[in-house]
């Protein structure tokens, strides 16, 4: 079965940190750029952040930046989003999606993108 499969969600108090796992079953994520996606409660999902194939490359949202960090590492087949300095407007359902088409930059963090591959999500809450 060819899935992306994220994990590393859970409750956090404001300031502290969640690394996010997106592990591929069925394929090789190498030839795949990703990117990180979130939706908050009444809100359209958001891009948050992609990093290319080769990891040369990444992007932010502006929301973000200086505080996630995304990483790869094709020999484990899984890509990484550590948050750092979370606050209440980070707590959404968090996805990550894979696709090998249009190239990459910064659009394939654009609404409605289409991706060929998405994960279940897994949910990030900040609270005290």
């Known amino acids: 079965q060819l899935q992306l499969v994220e994990s590393g969600g859970g409750l956090v108090q404001p300031g502290g940190s969640l690394r996010l796992s997106c592990a591929a079953s069925?394929?090789?994520?190498?030839?795949?750029?990703i990117g990180w996606f979130r939706q908050a409660p009444g809100k359209e999902r958001e891009g948050v952040s992609c990093?290319?194939?080769?990891?040369?490359?990444?992007y932010y949202q502006d929301s973000v930046k200086g505080r996630f960090t995304i990483s790869r590492d094709n020999a484990k087949n899984t890509v990484y989003l550590q948050m750092n300095s979370l606050n209440s407007e980070d707590t959404a359902v968090y996805y990550c999606?894979?696709?090998?088409?249009?190239?990459?930059?910064?659009?394939?963090?654009?609404?409605?993108?289409?991706?060929?591959?998405w994960g279940q999500g897994t949910q990030v809450t900040v609270a005290s």
């Open positions: 999606a894979a696709d090998q088409s249009g190239g990459f930059g910064p659009w394939v963090l654009k609404r409605g993108r289409p991706y060929e591959y």
């Open positions: 069925g394929f090789s994520l190498d030839s795949y750029y």
């Open positions: 990093i290319s194939s080769s990891g040369d490359n990444t």
